[in-house]
T-cell receptor, first 114, second 113 residues
């Protein structure tokens, strides 16, 4: 079974530039999560989708962050414009929403904003 | 607001030692508690504990959920250098927050040969 696939693995941009991350979840998983992980900390939820609906985006900084999950499969997370404080690892995860199903994570995108 | 706290934040041991990692939580509509191991890449799933399964074991790793104390421990016996990683605890919510998973800050375990 293929795991959660994220791209790119690394991204270095200058502040005020836009950046986008892509995620392909495990086939059949209807729930998709974007987490941000700062160095030395646990992942923090940015947005959670059930199919194509964003059911929890309360932690997403909506002035500069946006996300979409077209057709309830792949998802894209965008930052525009990026700030120095956005440097972090962005993790995508997926799971079945019903039943006791653990999250499966992708390898993440390490973003460095200079 | 849901809260998950892990302790200690870091731990250094020698191969063969036994370690105990702690996780405490305050969450509305508790549903499950999960342990993950994170090396250089993605967190990988270790255990899930729920009201119907409060104790799990796999090889040298075991975990117990104490719903009364709102906490869990992860034990690793006969540690090896390959156990060096960040161990993350996460709590899943139910009710209107079904599917929401809140993570602790992690425990950094370093095992020296």
């Amino acid at each position: 079974e293929a795991g959660v696939v994220q791209s790119p693995r690394y991204k270095i941009i200058e502040k005020k530039q836009p950046v986008a991350f892509w995620c392909n979840p495990i086939s059949g998983h209807n729930t998709l999560y974007w987490y941000r992980q700062n160095l030395g900390q646990g992942p923090e939820l940015l947005i959670r989708y059930e199919n194509e609906e964003a059911v929890d985006d309360s932690q997403l900084p909506k002035d500069r962050f946006s996300a979409e999950r077209l057709k309830g499969v792949d998802s894209t997370l965008k930052i525009q414009p990026a700030e120095l404080g956005d440097s972090a690892v962005y993790l995508c995860a997926s799971s079945f929403v019903y039943g006791n199903s653990p999250l499966h994570f992708g390898n993440g995108t390490r973003l460095t904003v200079t | 607001e849901d809260k998950v706290v892990q302790s200690p934040l870091s731990l250094v041991v020698h191969e063969g030692d036994t370690v105990t990692l702690n996780c405490s939580y305050e969450v509305t509509n508790f549903r499950s508690l999960l342990w993950y191991k994170q090396e250089k890449k993605a967190p990988t799933f270790l255990f899930m504990l729920t009201s119907s399964g409060i104790e799990k074991k796999s090889g040298r790793l075991s975990s117990i959920l104490d719903k009364k104390e709102l906490s869990s421990i992860l034990n690793i016996t006969a540690t090896q250098t390959g156990d060096s990683a960040i161990y993350l605890c996460a709590v899943g919510a139910g009710g209107t927050s079904y599917g929401k998973l809140t993570f602790g800050q992690g425990t950094i375990l370093t095992v020296h040969p």
